[in-house]
Each structure stands twice: as C-alpha cells, then as structure tokens.
C-alpha cells in the first residue's frame, strides 16, 4: 500500500507516492511504537526520538535507511530532507550520513514549509 501526497510549486502540481513494502512497513511502525517521542519544543510544531533512547540502535539506522530509501524530497524553506510520510505522519532526518544519525523527527503530514529557490 502507498500514500499519495500533493505538493505544488510554482510550475506543476507533483503527485508524490511513498511506495514502502508491507514487510518495512511493519518493521517501520513496530519500530517506532516502542520509542519514546518527546514534543519539540521549538517550532514548527514536531516531535523526536534519539537514538540513544532505544535499546535497537540497529533498528533505528534501519528506519533512517528505509526513510532515505523509500521516502521522498520535500523543502522545508531552503533545505531540502527526504520524508517519509505513514498515515497521517511524516517521518525524516537532518541528512547526515546513516550511521552518525542520531534523531529522527516527525511531523503531521499536511504541514508543509516553503519553497526552496
């Protein structure tokens, strides 16, 4: 199953699909059902985990690697994160190499930020 997303810029309106496995999925949302997330508390409204906090540091390099893997571009003013966007959540990273990630942050999905350019 995928999710479809509308993003639009000043060109064209883009149709973004999140195409995840079933089985990742699953891995996915196990994952992140058994971590702590703590509110942000600066803006935009968000919450994060920390690697650190889990007992899997395995599993969460795997979420970050799905995420990249799987997920999609999206700006956030002018940086561009990919996310990865499960119900009516989205899921993404700073960018750094996997292995020196160590939060991983999420947000409702219908919140969108700005354009790069």
């Known amino acids: 199953m995928s999710h479809e997303e509308t993003r639009h ?3 064209k ?3 973004i699909k999140d195409v995840l496995p079933d089985y990742e999925k699953k891995i996915i949302c196990a994952f992140i059902d058994s971590v702590r997330w703590q509110e942000a508390k600066l803006q935009p409204p968000h919450s994060y985990t920390v690697k650190q906090w889990s007992d899997d540091s395995a599993g969460f390099e795997g979420i970050v690697r799905m995420i990249r893997t799987f997920g999609h571009e999206e700006n956030f003013y002018n940086e561009t994160y990919i996310y990865l966007t499960l119900g009516d ?3 993404w990273t700073m ?5 020196e990630t160590t939060v991983l ?12 350019g």
């Open 9 to 11: 810029s000043s060109e």
């Open 89 to 91: 959540l989205k899921y």
């Open 13 to 15: 309106k883009i149709v």
């Open 105 to 116: 942050n999420r947000a409702d999905a219908g919140i969108h930020y700005g354009m790069s």
């Open 95 to 99: 960018g750094a190499p996997i292995e």
